[in-house]
């Protein structure tokens, strides 16, 4: 009988969220992958997502087990079978992206990257060496073998200091163009339904004009939006037992105060006011974006997968929008802050505005994570700059000059 395994989510009575394995049939839990998710939570100060995803990978492994007969504590010897080979096989399982699907499109790239392969080998190589130590009490050098087979046979990450694909992360002038026009309450082009129309034309005007986190943004609650002073309060809620929602949205960076336009302002209170207090569950509640399209949740807090959903409508609404994410819009408020900062401002204040950056951001204050953001800028003046200095033409001006006045000396295509 084949034993089908899933991930169930939970929240504790203290707002405590986690997830655990368990039979999909009968509900049991599994003991040891459980005992070791419970006690790296615990000792480790790990996010809710990243507890999901050492879960995710172990659930992989615990269906590979089944699926080739390893049971780690019901044969005697078992560590004797963890070789070079039995990592190999693993590594080629974990490799191919599973689908639930019955029909399986072979043409589509169905490889994980090595990042995530990466991940999943590393989260089973520390789950089999806590095992057997804790567990099975078995050698050090039994153990040491094993995690030498892993190391030698998962894929090496290289850290990158700079990612040229970050350039096509932010949206051009073009795409924003478009966006704007697409996701008004009122535009033809708008794909949504027209109950959610509203909430999602505040959601992409907040991106826009702010540059925050999808999670920053699900998390912001009515009180946290000062409509007297014009901004928006960012502020940290781990493990709240006011959130009903399971995977909890989370604020990453530090919080902050960002002041806003007072057009977004009224928008959004006109959305409190004519289209959030309309749902039933929006009362129970202070979450600022909620449900409206879902009868049995009408008014409760819009999820991650909701806002997920949101932009995958956008991307098939227009062609030059098929690429967009909810984080482009991040990365195109860096992308305006920088064309701005560098316009407007005296450059012996550049340092401080790239502080003014990081607080926005929600970044420490000597961080260089802007450098992540502002790629896309960088290339658009790198290109600006190649055609004002462009060698070749310059070069030919020199030469025409120096031909009708021979007498005086060269010069760089500088002027020096």
């Given at each position: 009988?084949?034993?089908?395994l899933?991930?169930?989510?939970?929240?504790?009575?203290?707002?405590v969220?986690?997830?655990?394995?368990?039979?999909?049939?009968t509900?049991?839990?599994?003991?040891?992958?459980?005992l070791?998710?419970?006690?790296?939570?615990?000792?480790?100060?790990?996010?809710?997502?990243?507890?999901?995803?050492?879960?995710?990978?172990?659930?992989?492994?615990?269906?590979?087990?089944?699926?080739?007969?390893?049971?780690?504590?019901?044969?005697?010897?078992?560590?004797?079978?963890?070789?070079?080979?039995?990592?190999?096989?693993?590594?080629?399982?974990?490799?191919?992206?599973?689908?639930?699907?019955?029909?399986?499109?072979?043409?589509a790239?169905?490889?994980?990257?090595?990042?995530?392969?990466?991940?999943?080998l590393?989260v089973?190589?520390?789950?089999l060496?806590?095992?057997?130590?804790?567990?099975k009490?078995?050698?050090?050098?039994s153990?040491k073998?094993i995690?030498?087979?892993?190391?030698?046979?998962?894929?090496?990450?290289?850290?990158?200091?700079?990612?040229t694909?970050?350039?096509?992360?932010?949206?051009?002038?073009?795409?924003?163009?478009?966006?704007?026009?697409?996701?008004?309450?009122?535009?033809?082009?708008?794909?949504?339904k027209?109950?959610?129309?509203?909430?999602?034309?505040?959601?992409?005007?907040?991106?826009?004009?702010?540059?925050?986190?999808?999670?920053?943004?699900?998390?912001?609650?009515?009180?946290?939006?000062?409509?007297?002073?014009?901004e928006?309060?960012?502020?940290r809620?781990?493990?709240?037992?006011?959130?009903?929602r399971?995977?909890?949205?989370?604020?990453?960076?530090?919080?902050?105060?960002?002041?806003?336009?007072k057009?977004l302002?009224e928008?959004?209170?006109?959305y409190i006011?004519?289209?959030?207090?309309?749902?039933?569950?929006?009362?129970?509640h202070?979450?600022?974006?909620?449900?409206?399209?879902?009868?049995?949740?009408?008014?409760?807090?819009?999820?991650?997968?909701?806002?997920?959903?949101?932009?995958?409508?956008?991307?098939?609404?227009?062609?030059?929008?098929?690429n967009?994410?909810?984080?482009?819009?991040?990365?195109?408020?860096?992308?305006?802050?920088?064309?701005?900062?560098?316009?407007?401002?005296?450059?012996?204040?550049?340092?401080?505005?790239?502080?003014?950056r990081?607080?926005?951001?929600?970044?420490?204050n000597?961080?260089?994570?802007?450098?992540?953001?502002t790629?896309?800028f960088?290339v658009?003046e790198?290109?600006k700059?190649?055609?004002?200095?462009n060698s070749?033409?310059?070069l030919?001006?020199?030469?025409?000059?120096?031909?009708?006045?021979?007498?005086?000396?060269?010069?760089?295509?500088?002027?020096?």
């Open positions: 009988m084949k034993i089908e899933k991930l169930k989510r939970i929240k504790d009575k203290e707002g969220r986690t997830c655990i394995i368990v039979n999909a049939q509900g049991v839990p599994l003991v040891y992958e459980n070791y998710i419970s006690i790296i939570s615990r000792s480790i100060n790990y996010s809710y997502s990243t507890i999901e995803a050492i879960a995710g990978s172990l659930l992989s492994f615990a269906n590979y087990s089944y699926t080739k007969g390893f049971n780690l504590s019901g044969q005697m010897n078992c560590e004797a079978k963890v070789t070079g080979s039995f990592v190999y096989d693993l590594m080629n399982y974990l490799s191919l992206k599973k689908t639930k699907s019955k029909v399986v499109n072979i043409k790239d169905r490889v994980v990257s090595e990042n995530c392969l990466h991940f999943k590393t089973i190589e520390k789950y060496v806590w095992f057997y130590t804790n567990i009490n078995k050698s050090m050098s153990v073998l995690s030498h087979y892993f190391e030698d046979l998962k894929p090496k990450i290289k850290n990158i200091e700079v990612n694909d970050c350039e096509d992360k932010a949206l051009d002038k073009k795409q924003i163009s478009t966006l704007k026009e697409v996701i008004k309450a009122d535009s033809t082009k708008n794909p949504f027209e109950c959610v129309r509203v909430r999602n034309e505040v959601i992409v005007e907040i991106l826009l004009e702010t540059g925050i986190r999808g999670g920053e943004l699900l998390n912001l609650r009515i009180d946290d939006v000062n409509f007297e002073k014009n928006i309060n960012i502020v809620r781990p493990d709240s037992i006011e959130d009903n399971i995977r909890q949205p989370l604020v990453k960076t530090l919080g902050r105060k960002i002041p806003i336009t057009s302002s928008k959004i209170q006109e006011n004519f289209s959030r207090s309309k749902e039933v569950l929006s009362v129970n202070k979450y600022l974006l909620v449900s409206h399209s879902d009868n049995s949740r009408l008014g409760s807090a819009l999820t991650i997968t909701g806002y997920q959903k949101i932009f995958i409508k956008i991307r098939g609404s227009d062609q030059c929008l098929k967009i994410l909810a984080h482009s819009l991040r990365h195109t408020w860096n992308v305006t802050y920088s064309e701005n900062m560098y316009k407007m401002a005296d450059p012996e204040n550049y340092f401080l505005y790239e502080k003014v990081n607080y926005l951001m929600g970044w420490k000597t961080s260089r994570t802007a450098d992540t953001y790629q896309r960088l658009n790198a290109t700059i190649m055609k004002v200095i070749t033409e310059l030919n001006k020199e030469n025409i000059k120096i031909g009708k006045d021979k007498n005086n000396s060269r010069k760089s295509v500088f002027g020096f």
